[in-house]
């Protein structure tokens, strides 16, 4: 089985700032990571995955997330962010393989607030 | 770009009653999932469904829930009596291999 943490459960950050909301997750197979954006009332939409090779991986909208398999994080960030940028955020992860392949394990998301 | 449809957008209903969620997966995908989200708590996972039969489902997903897929291009979800705690946004996705393409959900309201 897997889990996922969120760490933050809420962001504030002012707008063209930096910005990393942190996921940590465990599982005792291998795994593909993903974050998920939603924005108010609406589906969720991919940002960006990790499936295997680098560990640094581009997405949408200028976020990216490194994958440390060391520490279990995949922590997604983007250098500058935008008021559009304000949604919530979703780390998830699936097993590589096994029983459980597809079956997605969120985490609690993170709630980005960007002010003006 | 294809998507993930899923209607009704919102539905309401009397506790007891039965309801249907519907989805319209991406034409080529193979595998089929739902989730649900209660108010203020986290996505999770309901069932997979694969081939033409469930492949993993969740202890949230009893005998009171069902899937189908009865045709080419519908996957439905069932819940045969309605209580309150089943008040949440349930969304469909599906998949080719790894990434999972979520439709925008329904919104289940049970009073």
């Known amino acids: 089985a897997q889990s996922v943490t969120q760490l933050d459960s809420q962001v504030p950050v002012f707008e063209e700032a930096p910005v990393e909301l942190r996921c940590n997750y465990s599982?005792?197979?291998?795994?593909?990571l993903f974050w998920y954006v939603q924005y108010p009332n609406q589906g969720l939409q991919l940002l960006l995955k990790?499936?295997?090779?680098?560990?640094l991986v581009k997405g949408i909208n200028g976020f990216e997330a490194e994958f440390n398999k060391s520490q279990t994080s995949f922590h997604l960030r983007k250098p500058s962010v935008h008021i559009s940028d304000t949604a919530e955020y979703f780390c998830?992860?699936?097993?590589?393989?096994?029983?459980?392949?597809?079956?997605?394990?969120f985490g609690q998301g993170t709630i980005l607030t960007v002010h003006p | 770009e294809p998507e993930v449809t899923q209607t009704p957008s919102h539905q309401v209903t009397q506790m007891g009653q039965e309801v249907i969620l519907r989805c319209v997966p991406i034409?080529?995908?193979?595998?089929f999932y739902w989730y649900r989200q209660i108010l203020g708590q986290k996505v999770e996972f309901l069932v997979s469904?694969?081939?033409?039969?469930?492949?993993?489902k969740s202890e949230i997903f009893d005998d009171q829930f069902s899937v189908e897929r009865p045709d080419g291009s519908n996957f439905t979800l069932k819940i045969r009596s309605t209580k309150l705690e089943d008040s949440a946004m349930y969304f469909c996705?599906?998949?080719?291999?790894?990434?999972?393409?979520f439709g925008p959900g329904t919104r289940l309201t049970v009073t």
């Open positions: 996705a599906s998949s080719r291999v790894s990434q999972q393409y």
């Open positions: 599982s005792s197979v291998s795994v593909y």
């Open positions: 990790y499936l295997s090779g680098s560990t």
């Open positions: 998830a992860v699936t097993e590589s393989g096994g029983t459980s392949y597809g079956k997605l394990t």
């Open positions: 034409s080529n995908h193979l595998y």
């Open positions: 469904f694969y081939n033409n039969e469930i492949s993993e």
